[in-house]
């Protein structure tokens, strides 16, 4: 049976593809970009800047001259007839002739129109919020690949050990079972070095598995092909020195932060809103003018005669059955609304500050504590195999030792994911915005 774990877990570790053969590696930096190229949830964002941007362009339209030529023909089948008493006699007259041709051009622009030139400032608004949302998007994308990044480098260094001490583990039996065959260990060394191969080989697989799902939620994020071959470069304790107290504490603005930028920029939108329907109450003037020509004949040999018109059109608003009255109001309520939820906005926001900032200095202490404990436990370990190595120590207390070697190990990583994973949500709240930096 041992046998055949082993095989098995030789298999596993051949075929998987993500620990056992080399792959491409890639780094943070190259991640994140990735990402910020494939990524639908960009492409969607940066589709809606271009949509309103679009937007933005035909409301500013309605400041050009509208210019339209036109023009129709109309053939008259049966003529009007009218009756007419001349000298006492009554006479019949057919009126109007059989062709009727028109043509001509007209242009019309607004002169007075406060309400649009209102729009037109929340068009430009409407605009501004797409951009940031889209800047949202990204910021938020850098965060989760950054986040997901980390958590592969974690599952690979606990992949690592855990093979390690499946390594150990293995190497102890295969010097017990000699010793066991040749009758220098007793059945209790034998059987209790067989129970740790066997204790350690899920810990190894439930490893492998895990980085295999880590690689796979890094792959989803980026955007990219879950069958891609992918593995990542670096090391957790290559951040190991951003692990700075005074890091942890310095002074933390929010004015940047996305959220409330949106807020901010809906709120003003509204209060343009309002000035656009308070603005309907005020009069518009618009100007025309038309050059056309027109012809009447019974044959289409006809003379063409040319006229023109300009004139002028004002609108007053009188009565609307109090329809931009209650417009106003509701605007008003739901700006009200709004800035109730901004409070609220930032209200969290320092809460979740905090509780990174909390789990950003435990993650430091952890680290410093497990840093003094690794070096303790590495030499304790090393010194339990040189006495088991020559009979001064039991096969007990040398698991013991690894053990506390492993789990200094491990708690080391998982400071520094820890630390790195609310880092990267703290600048998501800040509204950092992505900079390439070298080695990452």
């Not at 400032?121 to 501004?128: G, I, M």
């Not at 018109?309 to 739901?334: C, E, M, W």
């Not at 840093?371 to 040189?386: D, F, G, P, V, W």
């Not at 492993?406 to 992505?434: H, P, R, W």
Request: charged share 20%; aromatic share 8%.
């Amino acid at each position: 049976m041992l046998k055949f774990n082993h095989l098995l877990l030789t298999i596993i570790f051949c075929t998987c593809g993500i620990i056992s053969h080399a792959q491409e590696k890639i780094t943070l930096n190259e991640a994140i970009e990735i990402a910020l190229s494939e990524s639908n949830t960009i492409k969607i964002a940066d589709m809606t800047i271009e949509k309103t941007g679009y937007a933005k362009k035909g409301a500013y339209s309605a400041l050009y001259p509208n210019i339209s030529a036109s023009g129709s023909y109309q053939r008259t089948l049966k003529k009007q007839v009218m009756a007419m008493e001349m000298g006492g006699q009554a006479m019949e007259i057919e009126v109007g002739k059989n062709n009727n041709v028109s043509a001509g051009i007209t242009a019309a622009m607004p002169l007075v129109n406060a309400q649009l030139w209102q729009s037109l400032k929340l068009s430009a608004l409407d605009v501004e919020l797409a951009i940031e949302q889209a800047r949202s998007s990204r910021i938020s994308m850098v965060s989760q690949v950054k986040q997901a990044f980390y958590a592969v480098l974690l599952a690979k260094e606990a992949y690592k050990v855990y093979k390690e001490v499946y390594d150990n583990a293995q190497k102890n039996f295969e010097d017990i079972e000699k010793k066991y065959n040749a009758g220098k260990a007793s059945e209790f060394e034998y059987l209790r070095a067989k129970v740790n191969v066997n204790n350690s080989e899920p810990e190894v697989y439930s490893a492998e598995n895990a980085v295999v799902l880590a690689i796979w939620q890094l792959k989803a994020i980026m955007g990219i092909d879950l069958a891609t071959e992918l593995d990542v470069e670096g090391a957790l304790s290559d951040y190991s020195n951003e692990m700075v107290p005074s890091l942890v504490n310095d002074t933390v603005s929010f004015d940047n932060n996305t959220n409330l930028l949106q807020l901010r920029l809906q709120d003003e939108m509204l209060s343009r809103t309002i000035k656009m329907t308070k603005f309907q109450y005020i009069p518009t003037l618009a100007a025309q003018f038309s050059y056309n020509y027109i012809a009447m004949g019974d044959s289409f040999d006809m003379n063409w005669n040319p006229y023109s018109v300009v004139a002028l059109s004002l609108n007053i608003p009188i009565f609307d059955g109090f329809s931009k009255h209650n417009n106003i109001r509701q605007y008003k309520k739901t700006q009200d609304i709004l800035r109730l939820n901004m409070e609220d906005v930032e209200r969290n926001l320092n809460i979740a500050l905090e509780n990174y900032r909390d789990k950003m200095n435990t993650s430091i202490k952890r680290y410093t504590a497990a840093e003094a404990t690794l070096e303790m436990a590495q030499k304790s370990y090393n010194i339990s195999e040189k006495m088991y190595e020559v009979g001064k120590a039991t096969l007990v207390e040398l698991n013991d030792a690894q053990l506390a070697l492993t789990q200094a190990q491990l708690t080391m990583s998982q400071a520094i994911y820890q630390y790195m994973t609310n880092k990267a949500a703290i600048d998501e709240l800040m509204g950092v915005e992505y900079v390439k930096e070298e080695n990452k």
